[in-house]
């Protein structure tokens, strides 16, 4: 069962208008079609990409940054340069010999 926490926070929600020149991590998340911990995870390795409004520092961020995080996420995956990760795959059982 999900967390009180994780309802209000973790769950991506459509804007009130996809145009809007600022949105929260949940409204981005939900535009760019990813998870809101991944989104977090990403803007924490990339500060540049968003911004703090308020003096509790809730994360927003605007058209420029959406559309950098965009990019970056459409490139791929940087550790091999693959267009997506590939799934790891468990090596093959060793027939049992027959007696």
Known sequence: ???RAYELYGVPIPPEDPEQEFM???ETAYVLK???S???RFLRKSPHL???N???GRIVTDRE???AIHAARS???PRTGRSMPRQRRRPAKPALASR
């Open 1 to 3: 069962m999900a967390t």
């Open 24 to 26: 929260t991590v949940q």
């Open 34 to 36: 990813c998870s809101v």
């Open 38 to 40: 991944w989104l977090r």
């Open 50 to 52: 968003c911004g703090r």
């Open 54 to 56: 308020g003096n509790r």
């Open 65 to 67: 940054q959406r559309a």
């Open 75 to 77: 490139a791929g995956d």
